[in-house]
């Protein structure tokens, strides 16, 4: 993930320079030389290629998926309109895999589907809010905003709310717990209130209202103490049911 962030930094500074935010970042602003980037980028190569074979072939080769899916992005994939939006969702879904091989863990095909919606969920709704951002179209501080539009950027978030919420309800059914139902109504909010966020204030990047906005950083907070007692304490939880 550090290889494909430092190459997608380095390959967007121009556009990120025209970026309210995103030209703090230490590559754009200056802080860092290109060619320490680099350095920095065949450090973290070698290491998680080295550590991924150690772990197995399998984590090896969603490992190298991972980092050719990250280099199609960064060279062309992020220019095409929702091709870009699904290339980082498919990104998530490779990390949770991954995760999986390297815990010996089966991951439930709901989790990735999950993991897949709510991911183009975030991501469309960082383009809405880049786009409600974009002033200049002489200008973009990202290119594929000049084809994507208000209107349709509500409709597809509508839609991957709206399925990121089915296919979450059934995965906590299908971990046949009723305590996990509890997480439920928390992640159905989580939801609005990001909706909410992304078409009302654009004063900052949605995503890190993960951590700045109270009320969806609670839901977020008693989800996930939900989701500990239900791995961690299936002992007390069972007597609960």
Same mark, same amino acid.
């Given at each position: 993930?550090?290889?494909a962030? $430092?190459?997608?930094?380095?390959t967007?500074?121009?556009h990120?320079r025209?970026?309210?935010?995103? /030209?703090?970042?230490?590559?754009s602003?200056?802080? $860092?030389?290109?060619?320490?980037?680099?350095?920095?980028?065949?450090?973290?190569?070698?290491?998680?290629?080295?550590?991924?074979y150690k772990?197995?072939?399998?984590?090896?080769?969603?490992?190298?998926a991972?980092?050719?899916?990250?280099?199609?992005y960064?060279?062309?994939?992020? /220019?095409?309109?929702?091709?870009?939006?699904?290339? $980082?969702?498919?990104?998530?879904?490779? /990390?949770?895999?991954?995760?999986?091989?390297?815990?010996?863990?089966?991951?439930?095909?709901?989790l990735?589907?999950?993991?897949?919606?709510?991911?183009?969920?975030?991501?469309?709704?960082k383009?809405?809010?880049? !786009?409600? !951002?974009?002033h200049?179209?002489?200008?973009?501080?990202?290119?594929?905003?000049?084809?994507?539009n208000?209107?349709?950027?509500?409709?597809?978030?509508?839609?991957?709310?709206?399925?990121?919420?089915?296919?979450?309800?059934?995965?906590?059914?299908?971990?046949?717990?009723?305590?996990?139902?509890?997480?439920?109504?928390?992640?159905?909010?989580?939801?609005?209130?990001?909706?909410?966020?992304?078409?009302?204030?654009?004063?900052?990047?949605?995503?890190?209202?993960?951590?700045?906005?109270?009320? !969806?950083?609670?839901?977020v907070?008693?989800?996930?103490?939900?989701?500990?007692?239900?791995?961690?304490f299936?002992? $007390?939880?069972? !007597?609960?049911?």
């Open positions: 993930s550090s290889t962030y $430092i190459i997608n930094d380095v967007d500074i121009e990120d025209l970026h309210p935010q995103k /030209r703090q970042r230490p590559l602003s200056g802080r $860092i030389k290109i060619f320490t980037a680099a350095v920095l980028c065949i450090i973290t190569l070698a290491l998680s290629l080295a550590a991924s772990i197995g072939l399998e984590f090896l080769m969603i490992t190298i991972y980092l050719a899916l990250s280099l199609a960064s060279f062309y994939l992020q /220019r095409i309109e929702i091709i870009d939006v699904f290339c $980082i969702a498919a990104g998530f879904v490779l /990390r949770i895999e991954a995760g999986g091989i390297a815990s010996g863990i089966e991951v439930s095909n709901w990735l589907l999950t993991t897949f919606l709510l991911s183009l969920l975030l991501a469309f709704g383009r809405r809010h880049e !786009l409600a !951002l974009h200049d179209p002489e200008k973009p501080f990202r290119e594929v905003l000049q084809r994507y208000t209107n349709f950027l509500d409709t597809t978030l509508s839609i991957f709310a709206t399925t990121a919420i089915v296919t979450y309800a059934i995965y906590t059914v299908e971990i046949e717990s009723r305590i996990f139902l509890l997480t439920v109504p928390f992640a159905i909010f989580g939801v609005l209130r990001y909706m909410y966020l992304v078409q009302t204030d654009t004063r900052g990047d949605p995503t890190e209202s993960l951590f700045k906005d109270m009320p !969806l950083l609670l839901s907070v008693i989800w996930f103490l939900i989701t500990t007692a239900v791995i961690y299936k002992d $007390i939880t069972s !007597l609960v049911e």
